[in-house]
């Protein structure tokens, strides 16, 4: 149905707030007599804990105590996990060794606690630290992925046989026919390496007890207030209702802030209760590099079996994947990289199978992407290896194994992290990948500009890249739609925010269902107190799960209100209308009730009521998707690469994207920019480096670069699609981590063909000058 | 990470020798040292205040000397810790005299970091480390100088002062600060600012003059 409100780049309502400064974030917040936290962190990466002695630190004025696991008693103890195990899956076979809220005679990382001191202030607290003497027992430490699976190599968990955490094998039709099959197999290796989220706000939580109403409220910048509430009331013996989980404005999530049992989340709820005073703790940035979890390396050895007329015949990719020290987030990450290799094309045959190994490192869980872009990465480089070896170029050997629009749904046989089989519901990948060329000008590129520039000595190279994204999974999402006495409406959720728009998009969908102005509409997230069921915001899922939740409550509210009206202004609900804020005869105006009047009538204060009826022009609704919706794009880049230096810079970029029905255009614009800026990052700024020693060498802005605004590409062209989905009401599709995931892609391919007379090719996923430089002296030396 | 290098003293290879056997000549090389005292033969326990960019705190730590071969070499190993970090090292160390009076002294060594130090301090480690060193055998220099000339005079006190540890850490600073203005854009700004300072003047005295 065609609304005032969907579909319109409305300006977003909680920009005037945010942009006055009239927004509260985490660290915003003083409680009277609140006390501060702070960690004693762990120097190695692997070590034995011979001793800690605390005393000089607990006679520091203003310390109110210092804690060691010794001191939680059975309290410690490994945490839930964050994702249930891939049961699912035939054959799947893996160990649950979940986050240690404290270290407990043994770190397994750089960075994880050994200790905790409360104190008045935050200074007193970190003076405390560094009178906290720990005696350790250095170990070897677990880094290289493939040696870790070695006999003989050093245990991360000395209770399991091996650092092997997890293994899974998925195959669709026969990898071993496709090979006899083929005319040609190729072979290669990949790096990819990893990721911090590095969100602007770090984390943070501040705990507050009420001891008489026996009543605990929690502030935390969490991606799930559900999971947190849920996860503290039984660590706490107690109910639900018990605890209240409060979202501030937060400073984007990105995936970090989605675990809800790290050693602040165990601690501090804990000891705000024990001691009967509110606890704050924020992260300071070092913090946040060290022991906040990020984002996953890769090593993939892949086959593709093709027809020398560019035909896949079919793909093999067996990669290691890391997890680090603890892996509560199960296999989310590698489940994602096997769903999105073969999506965009017809492979008949592909064999993924993966082994997650315990290192020690940081626990790996999603950021932006969660994965996806290595599947994509595999299958597009792999591409561009046969177009090289087959004499074809990357546009034709796309071209030719593109699936066509025709191919929905696809039952792809590979099961994701939602646990059921992906299937791609609908999709036009043909035409994205067309207009992207346009867009792009990659004819005019390739034939008059590319070789003109190259005369003149510039080394300017372009790449195109297909992807697509699984949004949108399960496993549901709730909403509460309620007209207030004054005619507005009030929309609760579970969900929770960081920056995506959806004080706006939400209010759109209602907005357009009960003929309200869409200002008129407030949206509250990510409180418990106002909601108390859903799983969390991960996966690009909001607007589509929680978006149609809010839909079809926003549906009742309207079907409830024709109801009541039609009886109370005695016509029928055919001839009425929901339009500005009022119900109406559409044929005669004059006759109405508005939307606040009739929610007063709907709760009568004294008289009888119909049986079966509900008082209020209320209702939740709750959607759950059979799997997810798939977004898809295609990306054409230039780049120039100064030959003397090795820096690239991005001359133009052309994204196209399909999220079926966009709820706010503009908001989907900035979804893709973010994911864009965050793409480059992936590609050549941003790695976080862990030394053979396990110690993190790049923990703070000045080593780990994260691309600026006068990194991104001087030209920025985006181009949208739409094969609404055919899983919702509204169409839509997720789009919260698309910019991010074809550009590590785009960006090798095009360096590549920057520097095509040197033959070089890349095998990993973040470039850099000096990387560029050395691959390519390699290449010319060979 | 490696450490390595050379450098020459004009001494003969016993005095030098016997001053790297001094603790308290040791101690003064590496301003920043509270305390130096040998525990057991060839074994010192020492206290070290370090800085290193933003990074700073202190440092307990032991050194052992062993594989002495008097006076041409020994291997030194090192275990600190502390509030920046860890840092663990061995090091090999030759005298060699040079047959002029000099004494060639050559070290290799590797060093393991931990902890503040390693992951905020990784670009500066380097540096720091190199500057520290070169400064500490100008500290040497001066002291087996002080030295040899209390033995040809024959007085038992040696007038030799050390650097307190702020001399030391702007001594170090001048000399990162000498590398620095080698690089092009560091020049640029020196020219710029002073460019800069007098345009603003000019703007200034233009203002006043237009009444």
């Keep these: 149905m065609a609304g005032k409100y969907v579909h319109q780049s409305i300006l977003r309502l909680e920009d005037p707030e945010l942009i006055t400064g009239n927004v509260q974030f985490l660290d915003d917040i003083e409680l009277p007599g609140m006390l501060h936290a702070a960690f004693k962190r762990s120097d190695y990466a692997h070590a034995r804990i011979k001793s800690i002695d605390v005393s000089e630190a607990r006679k520091l004025p203003g310390v109110i105590g210092v804690y060691t696991a010794e001191d939680f008693g059975d309290y410690i103890k490994p945490g839930p996990l964050q994702v249930p195990p891939p049961t699912a899956i035939k054959g799947a076979t893996y160990v649950a060794r979940t986050t240690m809220p404290i270290a407990k005679d043994k770190v397994r990382f750089a960075g994880e606690p050994v200790a905790i001191v409360i104190a008045e202030s935050r200074y007193i607290a970190e003076d405390a630290c560094d009178l906290i003497y720990v005696d350790y027992e250095p170990l070897e430490a677990v880094v290289d992925l493939e040696k870790a699976l070695q006999p003989g190599s050093p245990l991360v968990h000395e209770d399991l046989p091996s650092n092997e955490a997890g293994h899974v094998r998925q195959e669709r039709g026969s990898w071993e026919e496709a090979v006899k099959e083929a005319d040609l197999v190729i072979k290669r290796k990949f790096f990819i390496n990893r990721n911090a989220g590095a969100a602007m706000e770090n984390r943070g939580i501040i705990v507050q007890w009420d001891k008489h109403a026996k009543q605990m409220t929690i502030w935390c910048g969490t991606q799930s207030v559900i999971a947190l509430r849920n996860q503290t009331a039984a ?399 295609a990306v054409g880049l230039i780049i120039e690469v100064d030959p003397e230096t090795m820096q690239v810079s991005l001359e133009k970029m052309a994204f196209v994207h399909d999220c079926g029905t966009p709820v706010n255009p503009m908001v989907v614009d900035g979804q893709i920019h973010g994911g864009i800026q965050m793409g480059i990052g992936d590609a050549f700024y941003e790695e976080l480096i862990y030394d053979e020693n396990g110690q993190l060498v790049t923990a703070s802005f000045m080593d780990y670069l994260f691309p600026q605004a006068t990194d991104m590409p001087k030209k920025l062209v985006l181009g949208h699609m739409e094969t609404p989905s055919p899983l919702n009401p509204l169409g839509i599709k997720g789009v919260g981590e698309a910019g991010a995931i074809p550009i590590p892609s785009v960006f090798v391919q095009a360096v590549e063909n920057a520097l095509q007379e040197t033959g070089v090719e890349f095998d990993r996923d973040t470039l850099s000058p000096s990387r560029i430089f050395t691959y390519v002296q390699q290449a010319k030396g060979a | 990470m490696k450490l390595e290098g050379e450098h020459v003293f004009n001494g003969p290879r016993e005095a030098v020798w016997e001053m790297f056997y001094d603790p308290e000549v040791l101690a003064s090389a590496l301003p920043g040292t509270q305390k130096l005292e040998m525990v057991a033969e060839n074994e010192y326990e020492g206290a070290m205040n370090v800085r290193i960019g933003p990074v700073s705190g202190s440092f307990t730590g032991k050194l052992v000397i062993s594989d002495v071969v008097e006076p041409e070499s020994c291997t030194l190993t090192v275990d600190g810790r502390g509030t920046p970090g860890f840092a663990k090292g061995v090091g090999r160390v030759q005298f060699i005299d040079q047959g002029d009076g000099t004494t060639l002294m050559k070290y290799e060594g590797e060093m393991n970091i931990g902890g503040a130090l390693a992951s905020v301090g990784q670009r500066m480690i380097d540096s720091v480390a190199k500057t520290m060193i070169r400064q500490a055998f100008e500290v040497l220099d001066k002291a087996l100088e002080a030295r040899l000339a209390a033995k040809a005079s024959g007085s038992e006190v040696v007038d030799f002062k050390p650097p307190s540890e702020t001399e030391f850490a702007a001594a170090v600073a001048k000399d990162m600060a000498g590398g620095l203005t080698k690089i092009p854009e560091v020049r640029l700004l020196m020219y710029i600012i002073p460019l800069v300072a007098v345009l603003v003047l000019l703007a200034v005295l233009f203002r006043g003059c237009s009444g």
């Design chain 1, 235 to 633: 660590r706490l013996g107690l109910f639900e209702s018990q605890v209240r989980v409060i979202t501030p404005n937060t400073g984007g999530g990105f995936g970090p802030k989605i675990n809800t049992s790290l050693p602040d989340d165990v601690l501090i709820t804990y000891l705000a209760m024990k001691l009967d005073r509110p606890i704050k703790w924020v992260e300071d940035r070092r913090e946040n590099f060290l022991a906040t979890t990020s984002e996953r390396d890769q090593v993939h050895y892949c086959e593709l079996a093709v027809k020398r007329d560019g035909t896949i015949v079919g793909l093999k990719d067996f990669f290691y994947h890391n997890t680090g020290a603890y892996n509560p987030y199960m296999m989310t990450v590698p489940l994602n990289s096997q769903t999105h290799t073969v999506t965009n094309y017809r492979v008949p045959n592909f064999l993924t199978e993966f082994y997650v190994v315990f290192t020690n490192q940081m626990i790996v869980t999603p950021v932006r992407g969660a994965g996806r872009q290595y599947g994509v990465f595999v299958m597009e480089r792999m591409l561009d290896a046969a177009a090289r070896e087959l004499g074809m170029s990357p546009v034709e050997i796309r071209r030719k194994n593109l699936l066509p629009a025709n191919a929905y749904p696809y039952y792809t046989s590979i099961i994701g992290q939602d646990f059921v089989e992906g299937v791609l519901d609908s999709g036009d990948y043909p035409t994205s990948f067309q207009k992207t060329l346009e867009l792009i000008e990659y004819d005019k590129f390739v034939n008059e500009v590319q070789p003109k520039l190259r005369a003149q000595g510039k080394k300017v190279g372009i790449g195109v890249a297909c992807f697509s994204e699984g949004t949108g999974v399960g496993p549901y999402e709730g909403a509460r739609v309620t007209v207030g006495g004054n005619g507005k409406v009030v929309v609760t959720t579970g969900y929770t925010s960081q920056g995506q728009a959806h004080y706006t998009t939400f209010a759109q969908i209602v907005a357009d269902q009960l003929g309200v102005d869409v200002k008129d509409v407030k949206v509250i997230t990510g409180d418990t107190g106002y909601f108390g069921w859903g799983a969390g915001t991960f996966a690009s899922r909001g607007i589509t799960v929680a978006g149609t939740a809010t839909h079809l409550a926003a549906q009742k509210v309207r079907q409830k209100a024709l109801k009541l009206a039609s009886k109370i202004l005695e016509a029928p609900e055919e001839e009425l209308e929901l339009a500005d804020g009022v119900v109406r005869v559409a044929d005669i105006p004059s006759k109405f009730i508005s939307l606040g009047d009739l929610a007063n009538l709907a709760n009568p204060m004294r008289g009888t009521m119909e049986p079966g009826a509900e008082p209020g022009l209320e209702a939740v609704a709750y959607y759950g998707p059979p799997y997810g919706a798939t977004g898809a794009g």
